[in-house]
Structure formats: structure tokens, C-alpha cells
């Protein structure tokens, strides 16, 4: 079988270039000089490089959606920005994260189907509530083949990019063996997030876990989240478990109905329920990423009764 290969689209190039641009300019620099190599994975998204209306949904707005900074706002104030995320360094530790995360399944006996692979790192906009609530990172590696990460540059979210794009590529092999559907049940989401952490936090160790699960309180998780939780496993739709998943404040944002949840209580929820698999029944991380969510959930019935340590 072809070696893995992972390329990187350097996107401090791109935000350079957009910065420089004329203002009726910028839009179409991102679309065809940055994102053009992603076209795949936002068709995927039904969402087109360029809409056919003025202002209409396409890879600009869907941007925007997401919490990236927005082509037409990148001005002069950006180069520092521009200039942390050019980073050498950085680029290649990126690199080294998503390589090892793909060839830990590979030596582990698990052929990828998926051969090539896309990242990038996009400008996260410093003031979207979905930036600040996730401490300005994170990342989407939902579709096989290609990845992305997010931030807001500084020395915090520079050093934890790595760690979040092993989550994202987790996120991607898994993709490659257990079919996405949109009907996905509540309970197939947070083992979906649950193994994507455990893997990022087996490769770079337990205190590396991200915001999305550190912002849970013990109190909180056992008392509050875990009886809702279990109650609402068969839940289906993005428009009935986003609040489950992101929590009410992100749910309302999008238009979404609130079901009384805390800031990515279905992140949280979903680790412990893993980490409490793991260790229960010894299995490996990586084989556990590619297991039915069914299998993992019905070998912890006792999960949602006892006391998780935070």
C-alpha cells in the first residue's frame, strides 16, 4: 500500500496576501488561493467556494459561521497575528502531530484507507463567542482527508494546535471506518468526542485535555449532565443534540433548541464515558476508535450511576 502523505496549506501565505489585497479583492483571494485546495471538503458541506447571488451561502459565510476571521476584515492590524502563525516551528509540529496520530493506527495493525491528507490552521476571530468560549482554539477533521485547526495566535493556543489537530485526525480515521450520517444519535456523538480526546490525551498526556472538557466540574458532571445525558442517548438531529453536545449558549447561536446544558456538556460527558471504557476494559485507544459507539456504550451501563473523578 502507498505511504500516508501529509501536506500542509500554509495559511500565514494566504492571510498575507488577503491582508495586502484591495478591499473588492479579498473575498476572492481566500476562496481561490486558500480554500480552493479544500473545495472537496466543502462540497461535502453543500457549501460553494463562490455563491451564485451576492451575499448569498458560501465558503466566505460558512467561514464566518465557524468563528474563522473573515477575509474582507483582514487589514494592516493582522500582520502580528500573521506573523505568529509563521512560525516554522509551529507548521512542523503541526505536521508531526496528524503524521504520528495516522501512523499509530497504521502500526497498530489498522490500515487507512485514506492515503492523502490536507490541513490547514485558519485565523480564528477574536471576537466570536465560539473562539472565546473554547479558550481561542479548536479544530474539524469531520471529513476524511482533510483537517483543519483554528486560533487565535498566541504562545497558548500556538502550543496546543498539535494537540487539537491529533484530535481532529482521530477524528478522521474514524470517519474512514464507521459512516457519519446526519440522524447520528446523542449517544454516537459523545463517544464520537470521547475517543477524539482520549486519543490527543494518550499521545500528549492527560493535561493536555482541552476547554471543552476542563470547564466541566466534577459536581456538575455527576449531578447535572450525566442523568440528562443518559436520558436523551437516542436523541437524533443536529437541531435536538447540538445543545446536548456545545451547550445551551452555543445552541442559541444557531438557531437551536436549549435542553438546559452547560458549555460543551456532551465534550465533557463523552471523555469520562470513554476514559472509563479505556480502563475498564483495557482495550486500546486505537482499536476503540474504530468500534461501533453502541459496542462502547452498552460495555459501561454503570457509567451514568457512579461518581466520574474529574
Known amino acids: 500500500m502507498e505511504q500516508i502523505v501529509v501536506k500542509e496549506i500554509r495559511s500565514d501565505e494566504a492571510y498575507r496576501k488577503i491582508m495586502l489585497a484591495p478591499a473588492d479583492k479579498k473575498e476572492d483571494v481566500y476562496r481561490y488561493d486558500f480554500m480552493k485546495a479544500f473545495e472537496k471538503k466543502w462540497e461535502m458541506y453543500h457549501c460553494p467556494l463562490k455563491a451564485k447571488q451576492e451575499g448569498g ?45 495516522l501512523h499509530c493506527f497504521e502500526e497498530h495493525g489498522i490500515e487507512l484507507p485514506v492515503r492523502e491528507y490536507l490541513f490547514t490552521v485558519t485565523l480564528g476571530d477574536p471576537e466570536s463567542p465560539y473562539c472565546k468560549l473554547c479558550d481561542n482554539y479548536s479544530g474539524d477533521g469531520g471529513i476524511p482527508g482533510y483537517i483543519f485547526g483554528s486560533l487565535v495566535p498566541s504562545a497558548y493556543t500556538l502550543s496546543r494546535m498539535p494537540v487539537a489537530l491529533s484530535h481532529e485526525a482521530a477524528h478522521n480515521v474514524r470517519f474512514q471506518f464507521i459512516k457519519w450520517s446526519q440522524d447520528i444519535t446523542l449517544g454516537e456523538y459523545i463517544i464520537c468526542e470521547g475517543l477524539a480526546e482520549n486519543f490527543a490525551t494518550t499521545m500528549y498526556g492527560y493535561d493536555q485535555v482541552g476547554p471543552w ?16 445525558m443518559k436520558d436523551a442517548l437516542l436523541v437524533q438531529g443536529f437541531d435536538n443534540i447540538t445543545a446536548y453536545m456545545y451547550g445551551d449558549e452555543l445552541a442559541l447561536m444557531q438557531n437551536y433548541i436549549p435542553a438546559g446544558m452547560p458549555y460543551c456538556a456532551g465534550y465533557a460527558c463523552g471523555y469520562h464515558l470513554v476514559k472509563y471504557y479505556l480502563e475498564k476494559t483495557g482495550t486500546d485507544i486505537t482499536d476503540a476508535t474504530i468500534l461501533p459507539a453502541q459496542e462502547i456504550l452498552d460495555a459501561v451501563p454503570e457509567f451514568w450511576e457512579i461518581k466520574t473523578t474529574v
Open 57 to 101: 451561502y458560501d465558503v466566505v459565510m460558512a467561514s464566518g459561521m465557524l468563528g474563522y476571521l473573515t477575509p474582507k476584515s483582514i487589514d494592516m492590524s493582522y500582520e502580528p497575528m500573521i506573523d505568529m502563525l509563521s512560525d516554522q516551528t509551529f507548521w512542523k509540529k503541526c505536521k508531526e502531530s496528524i503524521e504520528k496520530t
Open 213 to 228: 472538557v476542563t470547564k466541566t466540574s466534577e459536581e456538575t458532571l455527576n449531578d447535572y449532565i450525566k442523568p440528562l
